[in-house]
């Protein structure tokens, strides 16, 4: 696979075969430079150089009511994540107004 032919044929507006998608998730660890260089002149075109922030906050960890046995989320997981009810809302508020400080655009 060649990633620069591929990002190139993506920047024509082709679309890329299911085949050249597939050889993408499988690229080995060796290849992800070419992998990279590839996919960031496809990001530098529409994108540039931009970003955009958002912001996460948790509102509640680990006591989900439910048991999704792959969640960690989940209240009967052992998983070793902080546990706690919802936060207070002045909490949650005051993260916002961090995020928006911090240049997010959404949080
Ligand atoms: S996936 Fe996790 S957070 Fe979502 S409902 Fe299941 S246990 Fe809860």
């Known amino acids: 696979m060649d990633y620069e032919s591929l990002a190139a044929k993506s920047l024509r507006g082709e ?18 430079a070419e992998l990279l260089d590839g996919a960031f002149k496809v990001r530098r075109h529409y994108f540039g150089k931009r970003v955009q922030i958002h912001v996460l906050m948790n509102a509640k960890s680990g006591l989900c009511p439910e048991d999704c046995h792959y969640c960690s989320q989940s209240s009967i997981s052992k998983a070793p994540i902080d ?23 959404r949080y």
């Open 15 to 32: 679309l890329i075969s299911r085949e050249e998608m597939r050889a993408v998730l499988n690229a080995s660890d060796e290849r992800l």
């Open 83 to 105: 546990k706690y009810p919802l936060l207070p809302r002045k909490r949650l508020l005051e993260g916002a107004f961090e995020a928006k400080a911090a240049g997010a655009v």
